[in-house]
């Protein structure tokens, strides 16, 4: 035996329903066995005198039956009282056998092991796990503490306690199985064990190791192995990136390019800020050479991410390559469409948009045309990637608000565009800020760049807190609002994750606005809406021919309509801080004031009032993360509405957030120094599931 990918039927003691059993719980391989840590561990390294217990200890203790009664008062029990020379306790067994009485005779010598309570009669051990000590001069502690690891269904601590030891013996026979990888310089800087120290540690804990500090993670053993799984994590996204890197990619330079940059620029109603400039000569630079570009552009809401995923778009064009523009919502596309069609208008360039609305002949037209190279610019949501899309000449793939899509739909698109080995550049775009250390296991892959930079000209956004019950005070602010002929947003959010109830909700509420406010045009627009019917409205909308919109969180990403300066988030405590962020950035888009009203329901947590002060104090999503991931941990921050939301072995974001500064540090110097150590690594952590090594 060689090597710890062996199957664990090969140790001794575990036959096929053992190995059954420990598959459930994902463990496979003798390693897979070597990782599955205790929940948690028991003392029985010492013997408590009996007369020094208290309740609320777990120990084990020694001493001599002095009776043994079966009393059926309310419940049939077996009551034992068990002394030494210190005290007497009382032993209660709901459970017990005519055996076991008749073992537990006034005289034996016991051991037991449980929790101590306060019982009718002093103090009790209920159900103790106990054992008859034949030898009075045997020993009855353990050396170790007693590991107890999560179970399955038959699984006893038992067994699993006996198939670890055999495991943990075969690796103490031969070290050389356990390898460690992780560079001796950044063990001792750390002041990390070895790998096998670890192991042993954790899985066998003497007793100059706290209990304390082994439950709540803060043992260096468990600290290493936490930190070895999050740089594996983080490894294994930068080998997918130099993957990506090996692939060839078109060049972007077209003869005639800086005159139709020029014209580009001419068109525009605006002039670049200098932080769209710097990340637009980043992606230069990237589709300059013949590798794939994998950018990631975070800016902000409203720091104009869409102009310049266009000015890549050009460069595509001028270089004789299609585009491919995926974003998450309907309304989104059909904005995006708009704006690419405006600031295409003089290059003849032909825009299309693929939503899964577009059925029968117009989508055989559409897809005909993408085959065939008529169509230059594609813009879609999620239906882009269907397997009927083929491309004729694919250079550039731009995703919107990227956080919405899953890393397979990202996959599927890019794939797409493969012909030989030449792929097409990425430009992915997001607008929720990840805070740089969490960036170290969710974008490793790519290249980021930062518009951190707002168009000139932006005021702040104003916003406020306020409860439910200044509902009629916010009315009048609304009369007043749309009397200077400005618009207003009221947002309805989430019911228990239900969207028919939000849909409902807010027609509810676009009807009693409709009665309180008579002068203004009221609209709504919800995700239950046909794609046409939510068109026409925002088209209104963006034409002034409606005041306030009624919405449910479908505007949450991208819409743009500037004039639009107030916003009331009704229950603004059932969302995440970056959603109402984005929320937030319908608002303050044009020159004029804007407000935000954060219209709670009380009473308000303190966590939740913490948490809408953080979004009143700032204006930047960046902050905002990060404030965020202190008050709630990087589990929430990374959450569920993040895809990628990766799940652990042992790493526990909320207690380990401090390993995460220096992964991408020691990350660098394996890459330079001990890359024979990636591979193993990531087998270790991520298994055979390859599936960050394909992103
Ligand atoms: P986001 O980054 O949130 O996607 P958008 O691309 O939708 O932001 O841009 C927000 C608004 O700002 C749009 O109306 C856009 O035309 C405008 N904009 C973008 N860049 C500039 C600029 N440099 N100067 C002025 N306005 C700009
Ligand atoms: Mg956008």
Redesign the pocket.
């Known amino acids: 035996m060689n090597d710890l990918n062996q199957s664990v039927a090969v140790l001794t003691g575990v036959g096929a329903q053992t190995k059954d059993r420990l598959e459930k719980l994902g463990i496979r391989v003798i390693q897979d066995l070597i990782f599955h840590l205790p929940l948690r561990y028991e003392d029985r390294t010492r013997v408590y005198p009996i007369g020094s217990l208290s309740a609320g200890m777990t120990v084990l203790i020694r001493g001599r039956v002095e009776l043994a009664d079966i009393v059926s008062k309310s419940r049939k029990s077996l009551v034992c009282k068990v002394s030494d020379d210190t005290g007497l306790i009382t032993l209660k067994f709901f459970h017990f056998s005519a055996n076991q009485h008749n073992m537990l005779k006034p005289g034996t010598l016991i051991s037991c092991f449980a929790e101590v309570r306060y019982g009718f009669g002093g103090l009790e051990m209920v159900h103790p796990d106990y054992q008859i000590i034949a030898n009075p001069d045997a020993e009855i502690t353990e050396a170790y503490l007693t590991p107890v690891y999560p179970l399955t269904e038959g699984l006893s601590q038992t067994t699993i306690r006996k198939a670890v030891k055999h495991a943990l013996t075969l690796c103490h026979h031969q070290p050389q199985l356990l390898t460690d990888w992780i560079p001796e310089q950044t063990l001792r800087q750390y002041a990390y064990p070895t790998l096998a120290e670890a192991i042993q540690t954790l899985h066998a804990p003497d007793d100059t190791v706290s209990t304390e500090a082994l439950l709540n993670g803060g043992v260096p053993a468990l600290k290493r192995l936490a930190f070895e799984e999050l740089l594996a994590h983080h490894l294994s996204l930068c080998l997918s990136r130099n993957k990506t890197k090996a692939w060839q990619a078109p060049i972007f330079d077209g003869t005639n390019q800086l005159a139709r940059v020029e014209q580009f620029l001419k068109a525009?109603?605006?002039?670049?800020?200098g932080a769209?400039q710097r990340v637009i000569a980043e992606i230069e630079a990237d589709c300059g050479v013949p590798q794939p570009m994998m950018r990631l552009i975070q800016?902000?809401?409203?720091?104009?991410?869409?102009?310049?995923?266009a000015y890549a778009a050009l460069l595509a064009l001028t270089a004789g390559y299609q585009v491919a523009v995926m974003a998450p919502t309907e309304l989104l596309v059909e904005?995006h469409k708009r704006?690419f069609s405006a600031w295409f208008e003089s290059f003849q360039v032909n825009v299309v948009f693929l939503t899964g609305q577009i059925k029968g002949k117009a989508r055989k037209e559409i897809l005909q045309g993408l085959a065939e190279g008529a169509v230059d610019i594609v813009i879609g949501t999620h239906a882009l990637f269907q397997d009927s899309v083929l491309f004729h000449q694919l250079g550039l793939i731009i995703i919107?608000?990227q956080h919405r899509f899953g890393v397979n739909q990202r996959l599927a698109l890019r794939d797409k565009g493969q012909q030989g080995n030449i792929r097409p550049h990425q430009l992915v775009?997001t607008?929720t800020p990840i805070p740089r250390t969490l960036a170290m296991l969710q974008y490793s892959d790519l290249d980021i760049s930062i518009?951190d930079e707002?168009?000139?000209?932006r005021k702040p956004i104003v916003t406020s807190v306020i409860p439910a019950e200044r509902r009629t005070e916010v009315i009048e602010r609304i009369n007043s609002w749309v009397g200077k002929k400005r618009q207003v947003y009221w947002v309805c959010t989430l019911i228990e994750e239900s969207e028919v109830l939000e849909c409902e909700a807010a027609e509810k509420t676009a009807d009693f606005l409709t009665l309180a406010l008579p002068k203004v045009r009221v609209a709504l627009i919800h995700g239950r809406m046909k794609s046409a019917e939510k068109e026409a409205v925002m088209q209104s909308f963006k034409n002034h021919e409606v005041d306030l919109l009624v919405a449910t969180t479908v505007i949450e990403?991208?819409v743009?309509v500037?004039n639009a300066g107030l916003m009331i988030i009704e229950n603004p405590e059932r969302l995440g801080l970056s959603q109402l962020h984005q929320l937030r950035?319908r608002v303050g888009?044009g020159e004029g004031d804007s407000y935000c009203l954060l219209m709670y329901q009380s009473p308000l947590s303190d966590t939740a009032r913490q948490r809408l002060g953080i979004l009143r104090d700032s204006n930047d999503g960046f902050v905002i993360a990060e404030k965020d991931l202190a008050l709630r941990g990087p589990g929430e921050v990374m959450g569920t509405r993040q895809t990628g939301a990766i799940n652990f072995k042992i790493a526990d974001l909320a207690r380990d957030a401090d390993l995460l500064h220096n992964i991408q540090q020691v990350g660098e110097q394996i890459f330079k120094h001990s890359p024979q150590a990636i591979q193993p690594l990531c087998e270790r952590w991520l298994g055979t599931s390859t599936e960050y090594a394909e992103v």
């Open positions: 525009l109603p605006f002039k670049f800020t769209q800016g902000d809401v409203g720091s104009g991410k869409t102009v310049v995923a904005q704006n919107d608000e775009m607008a518009i707002l168009p000139p000209g990403v991208g743009d500037p950035g888009r």
